[in-house]
């Protein structure tokens, strides 16, 4: 896109008007920079121009540097659009809908005034993406705002509403009425005469508060150390803040240039940018027509007020949709809005909610005891027991009931969807919709495709997803379908590893040092060891060759369930929730190893993780294979939202591909050597070997 064509120059009533026109969010791609240094030439050079307008088309101002551009090859540019913003001797008022961020902000900051709409956001998300501002938001905002909050700003990465915006002092004005353009002219023409100009670099007033307090930077550092270790971003971020403070505005320029080059092409960046642009790849339903846009839901409903149940209501609540909670006995209705009560109640006396939202939340959720009740809403969510005959009378009676068009969904977590679409005369409007515990916190929603499902019916359950804040993501119907399945592989390892003398502190420990926030043995003691304990028990009879894990059997059948019970993979002190190792698990352990005959041997960590993640990389490989996917990015998706995968780590596929596609065979050719079937390598695993491919760019077959 040439110049002209992104970026548009207009004078109107003695003010030049920068209209940058790069769809879908004005993003800095080829040819705005330029066009915006061509704009305001051309107003510094016009007599009949006193201000300039720097503003965006569509639905955004600038949402920031084109993220697709980076890793690549880029000129240095002969003149940078800040400084050019910066010098102009007219003023250049930046007029802000939507999202100013990153380099948006940035060309707001490098501009003498910033004014925006009431729904305007702003922020510096560079760190998100593993990088930092880079286009002197570092220099620029601490100066504006003081270092402390400029710090917190760009280490947060958050969007910051208009209204905060102006209290901070980021912008001049909140713009009243609708349109903005109009309003940016009346300003720009109410400062045109003003001198000096108010340049950003120049306010010093803010930086001199925080040479009375030089102990904020490490106290940020320490602030983050668990949050961000092993990613190097954040620090880089601090540091730049703290140039600001203590080096001259050209000087602190140059260190974070320095600093943003070290980052650019990082590991950490390379995975962020990822993660970013799969999140959004996710979204889109390959071979959907273009058209295909389904309506936000205004009315919902939940079968069942159980855990899962009254955590899918609250979800709907959350996000302003009022939501029916049907269940037949009034006992368990009372009992599950109790909960629900209780839920909000905790997070109320948290302060992460005014009792008054509380309130407003609870009134969007109605309790009913029969069918008819619900008739009328766009979408149901069945989730009662996991049990095949209760789940078929229920989508027997939606049948008869919800109204042509309703979605009809279930919250099975490993029932086949076409065994409660095939009791119904619409299968082409039944899907999964599977919710993560706790469902009003965890953000994946796997939508789940039956033989039978309508695109308009996948496509319409993902909006649902969305439109209460969740990432949604399209599994196909198969055990465990693909979240679960593809993580199932791992769960197994992480307990036969144990048998052949791994302990769960140490697998755990490895986990935690690779970036999870938890280890995979204290996150089961946290959900309860007796789950996955009656799945196991209901394979093992549907399958003879089923492998036991006779380690967490022996536990649960010891009554060590997890913190619940105080013991679990680890022992508890009463009322603390740190885990203990505990000797019982490792005589159990030993018991199971002479039991059965199996060696002990020592591990490393390196192979710890890799005997974990490679068995799930196998496994997303079959499940790609199958179709039960559409790609593997979306698996990844699926780690990062469902599984709590390091983000900076990118994901499941995309840690393979640095490992690399080859040396992933070579591993579990050895280990399916070693151990057998269960490590049989994937045919698309030993194609994309064979090609020397990528994970990460893996499609479904077909
Ligand atoms: N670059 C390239 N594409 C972008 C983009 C960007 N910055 N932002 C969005 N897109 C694409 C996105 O991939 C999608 O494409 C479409 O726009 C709609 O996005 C020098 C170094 C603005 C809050 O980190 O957070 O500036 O999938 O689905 O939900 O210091 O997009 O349709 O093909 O997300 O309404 C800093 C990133 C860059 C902001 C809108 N900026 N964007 O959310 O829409 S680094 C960011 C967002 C930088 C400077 C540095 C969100 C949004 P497609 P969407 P949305």
Avoid at 143 to 161: D, F, N, Y
Avoid at 284 to 299: E, H, M, N, Q, Y
Avoid at 667 to 675: D, G, L, S
Wanted: aromatic share 6%.
């Amino acid at each position: 896109m040439s110049e002209a064509e992104v970026v548009r120059f207009e004078v109107e009533d003695g003010v030049g008007v920068i209209t940058v026109d790069n769809p879908p969010v004005n993003a800095l791609g080829p040819g705005v920079r330029e066009g915006i240094i061509a704009a305001v030439d051309r107003g510094v050079a016009d007599p009949n121009v006193s201000a300039m307008v720097l503003m965006g088309a569509g639905r955004s101002f600038i949402a920031g540097a084109d993220i697709r551009q980076f890793g690549k090859p880029r000129p240095a540019p002969a003149r940078l659009t800040h400084d050019v913003l910066d010098a102009s001797p007219k003023p250049v008022v930046a007029a802000i809908h939507g999202y100013a961020l990153g380099g948006g902000l940035e060309h707001a900051l490098s501009s003498h005034y910033r004014i925006a709409v009431a729904s305007a956001r702003v922020g510096l998300p560079e760190v998100l993406i593993g990088v930092l501002p880079g286009g002197g938001g570092t220099q620029r905002l601490p100066r504006l705002i003081g270092p402390k909050a400029a710090m917190e700003m760009i280490v947060s990465g958050r969007h910051v509403p208009a209204a905060e915006a102006k209290a901070l002092g980021i912008v001049d004005a909140i713009v009243e009425g609708q349109d903005l353009r109009k309003e940016a002219i009346r300003f720009a023409k109410s400062v045109a005469a003003k001198r000096p100009l108010p340049r950003v670099r120049d306010k010093a007033d803010r930086i001199a508060e925080a040479k009375a307090d030089p102990g904020m930077f490490e106290a940020m550092r320490k602030s983050i150390a668990r949050k961000a270790r092993n990613q190097k971003a954040p620090y880089h971020c601090i540091a730049c803040v703290e140039a600001a403070v203590t080096q001259p505005f050209d000087e602190g320029l140059k260190t974070e240039r320095r600093l943003f080059a070290e980052l650019e092409n990082s590991e950490e960046a390379k995975a962020l940018r990822y993660a970013f642009f799969a999140e959004r790849e996710v979204a889109k339903i390959p071979g959907a027509p273009k058209d295909l846009k389904p309506p936000r839901v205004k009315t919902a409903a939940v079968i069942g007020a159980g855990t899962m149940g009254g955590g899918i209501a609250m979800s709907f609540a959350d996000f302003g949709i009022p939501v029916k909670v049907l269940e037949v006995s009034r006992e368990a209705l009372d009992k599950g809005m109790q909960r629900v009560r209780d839920n909000y109640a905790v997070s109320v006396k948290r302060g992460s909610l005014a009792q008054a939202e509380m309130e407003r939340r609870l009134a969007l959720i109605e309790p009913v005891d029969r069918y008819e009740a619900i008739a009328d809403c766009d979408v149901v969510i069945e989730a009662v027991f996991e049990r095949v005959d209760v789940k078929k009378e229920v989508f027997a009676k939606l049948d008869a009931v919800m109204k042509p068009g309703a979605l009809l969904l279930t919250n099975s977590s490993a029932i086949d969807t076409d065994i409660m679409a095939n009791v119904t005369k619409r299968p082409q409007d039944v899907a999964g919709a599977h919710f993560f515990a706790p469902a009003n916190v965890m953000k994946l929603f796997e939508v789940v495709k039956g033989t039978k499902t309508s695109i308009e019916t996948i496509a319409g359950a993902m909006k649902v997803g969305r439109d209460i804040g969740k990432i949604s993501a399209v599994a196909g119907t198969c055990d465990g379908f693909a979240a679960n399945r593809s993580r199932a592989p791992f769960i197994t390892e992480m307990m036969l590893m144990l048998e052949e003398g791994a302990l769960p502190e140490q697998v755990d420990k490895v986990m935690v040092d690779f970036g999870y926030p938890m280890g995979p043995f204290a996150v089961s003691d946290l959900s309860g060891l007796d789950i996955s304990y009656d799945t196991r028990k209901r394979r093992a009879a549907a399958d003879p060759n089923y492998r036991k894990l006779h380690v967490p059997d022996r536990l649960v059948e010891m009554g060590r369930k997890g913190q619940k019970t105080g013991a679990g993979w680890y022992r508890y002190e009463k009322g603390d929730r740190t885990p203990h190792p505990d000797e019982v698990v490792k005589s159990v352990i030993a018991e199971v190893a002479r039991e059965f005959g199996i060696e002990q041997r020592t591990f490393t960590d390196d192979e710890i993780l890799r005997r974990l993640l490679c068995a799930s990389v196998n496994e997303a490989c079959k499940i790609l294979e199958e179709g039960k996917a559409y790609r593997a990015s979306d698996i990844d998706v699926m780690w990062l939202h469902g599984f709590g995968f390091p983000r900076y780590r990118g994901g499941l596929m995309f840690w393979a591909d640095t490992v690399g596609s080859r040396e992933i065979l070579r591993q579990i050719e050895e280990w399916h050597q070693r151990y057998g079937a269960r490590w049989k390598p994937a045919n698309l695993l030993r194609e994309i070997a064979a090609s020397g491919g990528s994970f990460r760019e893996a499609k479904a077959a077909g």
